[in-house]
T-cell receptor
Framework: GESVGLHLPTLSVQEGDNSIINCAYSNSASDYFIWYKQESGKGPQFIIDIRSNMDKRQGQRVTVLLNKTVKHLSLQIAATQPGDSAVYFC??????????FGAGTILRVKS | ETGVTQSPTHLIKTRGQQVTLRCSSQSGHNTVSWYQQALGQGPQFIFQ???????GRGNFPPRFSGLQFPNYSSELNVNALELDDSALYLC???????????FGQGTRLTVV
């Protein structure tokens, strides 16, 4: 089936810096995208979502950008904190609430 | 806390055995989806249950089966366990017609 994939498997950033995590998707019919954060031993936690009729959406310290032309998503985390260390997944939702996840990016925050 | 609870949290089974995993959905949610997450990978959709019936299935063999109960809780059953079934099994609950899905903490299954 269609897949959602990530460019960088591991990202290391200094505490206080901004982080950018990228994701490419292949299903041009996708119209809803979600970023999840998964900490060790826990299930994925919803961070932010975006619909295909938008190109940017902001939350608290996080921003998601969508470029439909090149089928690319990014998650920007401002002023990255040690508590942001986790695996980040992008996912798109197919018909019937089925989520298709990418492989994930490990974010490591150095103090 | 998402309000989605899974049990047990960890489980060790022998190849060939059968296993049942359980999920209680968030209050008010009528749809439960199950995902398998192998180590170092993203979750893979197994199937979804809505109104006690299977409502979509991923690329998993028939030995993966499920149930949903009138209170919307759900079970995932796996027969004839194989070593490759070792994974984190995640349950997500949602409300039909709404997009956001909430995940439980998962059940870590190890097949030896």
């Amino acid at each position: 089936g269609e897949s959602v994939g990530l460019h960088l498997p591991t990202l290391s950033v200094q505490e206080g810096d901004n982080s950018i995590i990228n994701c490419a998707y292949s299903n041009s019919a996708s119209d809803y995208f979600i970023w999840y954060k998964q900490e060790s031993g826990k299930g994925p936690q919803f961070i932010i979502d975006i619909r295909s009729n938008m190109d940017k959406r902001q939350g608290q310290r996080v921003t998601v950008l969508l470029n439909k032309t090149v089928k690319h998503l990014s998650l920007q985390i401002a002023a990255t904190q040690p508590g942001d260390s986790a695996v980040y997944f992008c996912a798109d939702m197919e018909y019937g609430n089925k989520l298709v996840f990418g492989a994930g990016t490990i974010l490591r925050v150095k103090s | 806390e998402t309000g989605v609870t899974q049990s047990p949290t960890h489980l060790i089974k022998t190849r060939g055995q059968q296993v049942t995993l359980r999920c209680s959905s968030q209050s008010g949610h009528n749809t439960v989806s199950w995902y398998q997450q192998a180590l170092g990978q993203g979750p893979q959709f197994i199937f979804q249950y809505y109104r006690e019936e299977e409502n979509g299935r991923g690329n998993f063999p028939p030995r993966f089966s499920g149930l949903q109960f009138p209170n919307y809780s759900s079970e995932l059953n796996v027969n004839a366990l194989e070593l490759d079934d070792s994974a984190l099994y995640l349950c997500a609950s949602s409300l039909k017609g709404y997009d956001e899905a909430f995940f439980g903490q998962g059940t870590r299954l190890t097949v030896v």
